[in-house]
């Protein structure tokens, strides 16, 4: 079992960022693909980004392409989503994930692993 520990939600403005970031305590983070995904209430799950667990290969959904940046800091052992240019639409519950050894896949079925997941709020 590995956790996953979020943190960097909040509420904001339109236009605002933020900074979400995942880590697994204790564990060695990069052989594992991290990927962030998104709910919204009545909505399913969905994919925003994914980076892979060896070379930076990462993905986007379209919907944040050009807005928000995943990036893995290999010393820190942790996952940033880096929230640009946020819209009321991008409000939902945040959850990060991990999958042994993945590429940046969009498919929820592949990873391992979920965090408790955490609110970002986008007000007009």
């Known amino acids: 079992q590995v956790e996953l520990v979020e943190s960097g939600g909040g509420s904001v403005q339109a236009g605002d960022s933020l900074r979400l970031s995942c880590t697994a305590p204790?564990?060695?983070?990069?052989?594992?693909?991290t990927g962030w995904f998104r709910q919204a209430p009545g909505k399913e799950r969905e994919f925003v980004a994914a980076?892979?667990?060896?070379?930076?290969?990462?993905n986007y959904a379209d919907s944040v392409k050009g807005r928000f940046t995943i990036s893995r800091d290999y010393p820190k052992n942790t996952v940033y989503l880096q929230m640009d240019s946020l819209k009321p639409e991008d409000t939902a519950a945040y959850y990060c994930?991990?999958?042994?050894?993945?590429?940046?896949?969009?498919?929820?079925?592949?990873?391992?692993?979920w965090g408790q997941g955490l609110q970002v709020t986008v007000s007009s």
């Open positions: 994930a991990a999958g042994w050894r993945k590429l940046a896949t969009p498919n929820l079925d592949e990873y391992d692993f």
């Open positions: 204790g564990r060695a983070f990069s052989n594992y693909a």
């Open positions: 980076v892979s667990w060896s070379f930076p290969r990462t």
